[in-house]
Structures are given as C-alpha cells and as structure tokens.
C-alpha cells in the first residue's frame, strides 16, 4: 500500500511539473527572450539583440496604459472590498442553518472553469445581453446597449473572479473577532505547486474549523514549514481534545465528532473530507496529532519544489 502511494505521488508530482514546464515555464522563457529582439517587418522578430522594447515603456502611451491599469486594478479590490466584506459579515452573523448555504454562494464559482464564466460574462454585457435587454425594458434607452471591450466589463470581470478571494479570508478573520479569538501566522520560505484554489480552500476549512471549535478569547496557531523534501503546514487550535479513535474517521465525509455541537455551529461534515481529497490529489497527506498541552494540531504533508 505504501509503495503504491508512493508511486502515486511521485506520478502525480511529476505529471504536475511537467506541465507547468510545457504550458508555464518554458512559454515564459519564451516571452522573456522575445522581449530582447528585434521586430521584424516580414517577421515577428529578427535574431539581432537589442533594448529598444524597454525603452518604449517610457513612452507616454504605454505610461498611460500602466496608470489605467494600475487603477483600474486598485478600484477593483475596493469594490471587492465593499462588497465582500459585508456579505462576510453576514455569513459569520449567520444562524447553524442559514451559514452553509451562503458559503455554498461563495464556493460555487470554484466548481465552475473560468473560461465558461467568462462566457457567462459575454452573455450578460453584449449588446442584446440580460443588462441591456433589462435597460430596454425599463425604457432607460430604446435601442440594446454594449457593455463590452470597455473599462466596465473589465471591472465586472475582475470583480466576479476575485470576490469569492475577497469573501473567505474575510469571514475567516470576521468569525475569529466574533469569538474573540488570535490568529497567529508563522510561515518559512518554500513553494510547493498545484491548485491554487484548491490547497486556498483546503488552508480555508482547517482555519476555519481551527476558529468555531475552538474556545471564545482563545488561539489558533497557523504554520508552514520545511522539513526534508515537504512542506508541513500547521493548524493547531485550543478546542476539546479528539479521541484517538475519532482521529482517523473525522476526515470521513458527513462524520460528525461531536453532533450536537457541529448541529448548533453548522456544517454539513466535509470540510475535513476535502482537505484529505485535496492534499492526496497533490500527493500529501493530512493527519492530527495527540492534544499536547490543550492543542489540538492538524498537519499537512505538501511535496516541496526544490530550488
């Protein structure tokens, strides 16, 4: 059994840098040295080295095209933040029965790819899309009105993608301030590779369920460090102590420790089911460790990227 997880993390791990060399690295190396050569008129570049391209950064066009972007990109995390915050809020204000199904608002972009979102964006903000199709109806203009290829839709788009990022940390912090509670973050440079959104969702339920069980005016520990050729990241809370026949079956989908007490804080049971699928997917694995001195620690095991 352990050779065949074995091979499987060195397959999966392997299968994993391969691709983020052929669609990732080398593509970049790729643009890296495009930006070194000549433009050609008949070709798209000419081997003859030069540093003309950077020069015309400094061109006023481009300097206006940064700034806007730069804008652009600063307005954006404010609306995120405007908005993401008190939907936050509410989420942690939630009762037991309301708070899963506003996270499940949250979460369910992250089930669907981004480029069919954006589609979903196309359908909306093109000229006979639900908004102008909306605005002709109202009688606010008589004829269908484009929103696209403008700083509009940029903003809707990057608000849409980003707002979910926006919402879980933030209702992280919320729930832990609601309780009183410190989170402390201690982390030691390394890199491991994989879904972002999936190790983020991951870290998010092992705070999360580190914060509701743990004690009001406590502390939850977060740490990520090397050791050997892993990453181990730590979440360690002060929350009742885990049986040690539990410790292996709470990773179980719908399993409930203690059920009266996941009843009154809410949950379905597959937060920590997934944080096991999810570090087995990046060939590691997740456990918990015996209560030392009232803590209870849950640990990740993440190949680490050598340097």
Known sequence: MKQTRAFFNRFSIGVTALWLLLFALLPNIGLLVVTVLTRGEQDFVLPQFTLDNYLRLLDPTFLKILWESLWLAFMSTLACLLVGYPFAYRIARASAKMKPWLLLLVIIPFWTNSLIR????????????????????????????????????????????????MVLPLYASTLAAKKGIAILVEASPGTITGSRELLRRALFNLVENAVKYGPDGGQTRLCAELNGADIVITVANQGPCIPPELRERIFEPFFRADTARSRELGGVGLGLALVRAIAEIHGGSVWVEENQAGWNRFLVRLPAVCS
């Open 118 to 165: 954006t589609y979903a964006l196309i359908l909306i903000l093109k000229a006979n899309g639900l908004i102008s199709t909306l605005l002709v109806w109202l009688g606010v203009t008589e004829q269908p009105v484009s929103f696209m290829y403008g700083d509009f839709a940029v903003f809707m788009g990057i608000l849409y993608t980003f707002l979910p990022f």
